[in-house]
Structure formats: C-alpha cells, structure tokens
C-alpha cells in the first residue's frame, strides 16, 4: 500500500485535493475540472481514498468525494521542527541582511 507522502507525491492527485478542498465533488466535476479521462480520475481517487486522504459518501446514484483532513493534520505536525528550523534561519537571515544595511 501506498504512503500518505507517496500519494501526495503526485501532481495531479494534489490538484485533486485542492478541488476538494473547496467543496465535496462527484467524478464526472473533477473530470471536467481538470480535463482528464474518468477511469484517469478514478483510479487517482482511488489512491487517494486507500491512504485516507479523500472519503466517498454515496448519494443516490451519485458517490460525492470529499476530502478529510486529518491526514494532513497529521503531516502538519510531522513539519513542524522543519518549519522551526528555516524559520529560524530564515530570522538570522533578515537579522544579517538587516546589519548590512545598517553598516551602508
């Protein structure tokens, strides 16, 4: 099975989760939207829901996906010593550029 990173890995999954992001969405939108083939599509929501990214809820005859955020909340706390550390060389950075400017 597929990692939540292997899965994001991929462009057109993360344009995907963008979409989502604004709104749940049935396949034949997403098909339209991003102008790829439905099998295309689907085979990418697939992945998508398999590594918990996405979840469908049917409705009818319609299956409406929708994205779950948790995952990513999850890879958000993974990221944040990362963030700590080019935050803070970003800050010794501005604190360098800013005593050059000073000596000119």
């Known amino acids: 099975m597929m990692t939540t990173f292997e899965a994001l890995a991929e462009p057109m999954r993360r344009r995907i989760l963008d979409l989502l992001r604004k709104q749940p969405r049935v396949v034949g939108e997403l098909v339209e939207l991003l102008d790829m083939s ?3 599509i689907s085979k990418h929501l697939r992945v998508l829901r398999e590594v918990g990214l ?18 990513l ?8 010593p990362y963030r700590k550390l080019w935050g803070d060389r970003l800050d010794a950075l501005e604190r360098h550029l800013n005593e050059k400017k000073e000596e000119s």
């Not at 909340?73 to 944040?80: N, T």
């Open 73 to 80: 909340a999850e890879i958000d706390v993974w990221l944040e």
């Open 54 to 71: 996405v979840r469908v809820r049917q409705d009818a005859q319609r299956r409406w996906y929708e994205l779950r955020p948790e995952p």
């Open 38 to 40: 439905q099998p295309g």
